[in-house]
């Protein structure tokens, strides 16, 4: 079974800006659904951002829409959540998850049942 592992986590001005990463033991991750969560303190697990390699369908939920951006690297073995603008209000657990391969999935979001291999979880804080 995979094992996401995330990575980038630490400390952040509000404005400024943060990379996350998520690779899983080497694998290839083509065509399979990546999701990044988060869970604030005293609030519920959310997705923020949650991507189907297999169409290219892609979640963003409202806060993050326009300042957070998923995207993998050439040898899709390392997804990054790139972090932009951020505040106080996205200081978080970020959490990666893998999802199915070879699925399409219509509508297309973060639904947690969607994705069934969990990482760790990297703290973010943002300072004001």
């Known amino acids: 079974q995979l094992q996401p592992v995330e990575s980038g986590g630490g400390v952040v001005q509000t404005g400024g800006s943060l990379r996350l990463s998520c690779s899983a033991s080497e694998i290839t991750l083509d065509r399979y659904a990546i999701g990044w969560f988060r869970q604030a303190p005293g609030k519920e697990r959310e997705g923020v951002v949650c991507k189907n ?3 290219g369908s892609t979640f963003y939920e409202d806060s993050v829409d326009g300042r957070f951006a998923i995207r993998r690297d050439a040898s899709k073995r390392t997804i990054y959540l790139q972090m932009d603008n951020v505040g106080p209000d996205d200081t978080a657990v970020y959490y990666c ?3 199915g391969r070879n ?3 219509i509508p297309w979001d973060c639904a947690e ?3 069934h291999s969990w990482g760790q ?3 973010v804080t943002v300072s004001s």
Request: charged content about 15%.
């Open 53 to 55: 390699y297999n169409d």
């Open 97 to 99: 998850a893998i999802g």
């Open 103 to 105: 699925n399409i999935i």
């Open 113 to 115: 049942h969607r994705f």
């Open 121 to 123: 979880g990297v703290q």
